[in-house]
């Protein structure tokens, strides 16, 4: 089955730092998001990004999508104390125009941005 | 800004009673899905619901769990006979009719079965 395997698990940087998470997966997918969830919150949508692109950006989010290597990456660039959230990758397969596909999610890499 | 909205927040139970998760999703959208997050534990996904009958469903949605929409407005989670290990979050979760394959998740439902 499929999986996304978010590394680091946990991250510590510095205010202004760039932060960089990865995510790997086993099977082929239609699309891979990335979603921040606040501590005992909901899961919030960041980024989607389709198996076709390479790559795509959302104000100081940058996100690649490698598929031969079945790996994405997120970056927050000049991060935030306010960005400190895990946050999570899930691929969704199929087709998903139209259908219901579920989304499958990686164990997530808790980011801490100390001021 | 139309957010899902999840009753109760917190929910503590005794082991084989029954409970009801509540969900309201985003008015106007069409697909629906319940998630789970045992503490420390990965998402996982438990069912998805689409034009008033069940779309998809793992394999952890067995027979003591049930969706319902009883009145196009509230989306239910039902768990008939609780277990120690359905203590987890719950979250539900919308999706609109366009193909950004964006969801919304409500703020989640945390149940405690003693």
């Known amino acids: 089955s499929q999986q996304g395997e978010e590394d680091p698990q946990a991250l510590s940087i510095q205010e202004g730092e760039n932060a960089t998470m990865n995510c790997s997966y086993k099977t082929s997918i239609n699309n891979l998001q990335w979603y921040r969830q606040n501590s005992g919150r909901g899961l919030v949508h960041l980024i989607l990004i389709r198996s076709n692109e390479r790559e795509k950006h959302s104000g100081r989010l940058r996100v690649t999508l490698d598929t031969s290597k079945k790996s994405s990456s997120l970056l927050i660039t000049a991060s935030r104390a306010a960005d400190t959230a895990s946050y999570f990758c899930a691929t969704a397969a199929g087709s998903w125009a139209g259908n219901n596909r579920k989304l499958i999610w990686g164990l997530g890499t808790s980011l801490a941005v100390n001021p | 800004e139309p957010e899902v909205t999840q009753t109760p927040s917190h929910q503590v139970t005794q082991m084989g009673q029954e409970v009801i998760l509540r969900c309201v999703p985003i008015?106007?959208?069409?697909?629906f899905y319940w998630y789970r997050q045992i503490l420390g534990q990965k998402v996982e996904f438990l069912v998805s619901?689409?034009?008033?009958?069940?779309?998809?469903k793992s394999e952890i949605f067995d027979d003591q769990f049930s969706v319902e929409r009883p009145d196009g407005s509230n989306f239910t989670l039902k768990i008939r006979s609780t277990k120690l290990e359905d203590s987890a979050m719950y979250f539900c979760a919308s999706k609109g009719t366009g193909n950004t394959g964006e969801l919304f998740f409500g703020e989640g439902s945390r149940l405690t079965v003693l």
């Open positions: 619901f689409y034009n008033n009958e069940i779309s998809e």
């Open positions: 008015s106007n959208h069409l697909y």
